[in-house]
């Protein structure tokens, strides 16, 4: 079956470092793959997105990039602020073409990563 | 705002009690979704609902029970519940799954308390 990993977390660093957070995955067919980012006492938000290998997602400063052979899509920000303190999801559907069910998400644990000031 | 509300955002309930969360969509998706966020653990899929009718139950105990009266609505009753159960309950819509756009948008959850 499908699942992801990702690092345990949780990763603290200060204002302007750089960020990464890692994620594989293992799936049937041609997952779509997904960062989300929650916010304290709120829902989940899509931070970004990438639909086919090679493809980059990028968001508010956020980047990853769909990289097939090595299975992962690892999320980085070039200088993290406070505000982006967060717990992220790196999450993969199976998409439209490979006969599975495509609105099924498959979630990671998620990363907390808190920024200092 | 993400255009998916719930109610209420907290709730604190007996295991005899039967109480219901609301959620609601106002983004034109027909595809609806209940989640469980549990401490520590990957998020679970509960139940999905698309146009209106069930696609998805996911060996959900009995003691939850969704309806989906229209497609802008989703509700989970609850009764006789454990204290097991005490988690975030997240809702989330998205366009029809079989249709090309199929991000989730969720809704912030209700913290539910079983004492």
């Known amino acids: 079956g499908n699942s992801v990993t990702q690092m345990e977390g949780p990763v603290t660093l200060s204002e302007e470092a750089f960020l990464t957070i890692n994620c594989t995955y293992t799936?049937?067919?041609?997952?779509?793959l997904f960062w989300y980012v929650q916010y304290p006492g709120e829902g989940l938000q899509l931070l970004l997105k990438a639909t086919k290998a090679d493809d980059k997602g990028s968001n508010k400063g956020f980047e990853a990039t769909y990289r097939k052979e090595t299975t992962s899509f690892h999320l980085e920000k070039g200088s993290v602020q406070v505000s982006d303190s967060a717990v992220y999801f790196c999450a993969l559907s199976e998409g439209l073409n490979s006969g599975g069910s495509n609105y099924k998400l498959t979630f990671g644990k998620g990363t907390l990563l808190t920024v200092n000031p | 705002e993400t255009g998916v509300t719930q109610t209420p955002r907290h709730l604190v309930m007996g295991m005899t009690n039967k109480k219901s969360l609301k959620c609601e969509q106002h983004?034109?998706?027909?595809?609806m979704y209940w989640y469980k966020q549990s401490a520590k653990k990957p998020l679970e899929l509960m139940f999905v609902y698309s146009l209106e009718e069930r696609v998805e139950n996911n060996s959900v105990p009995s003691r939850f029970s969704p309806e989906c009266p229209n497609s802008s609505h989703l509700f989970l009753h609850l009764h006789t519940l454990q204290p097991e159960d005490s988690a975030l309950y997240l809702c989330a819509s998205s366009q029809d799954p079989a249709g090309s756009s199929y991000e989730q948008y969720f809704g912030p959850g209700t913290r539910l308390t079983v004492t």
């Open positions: 799936a049937t067919g041609y997952p779509s």
């Open positions: 983004l034109g998706h027909n595809a």
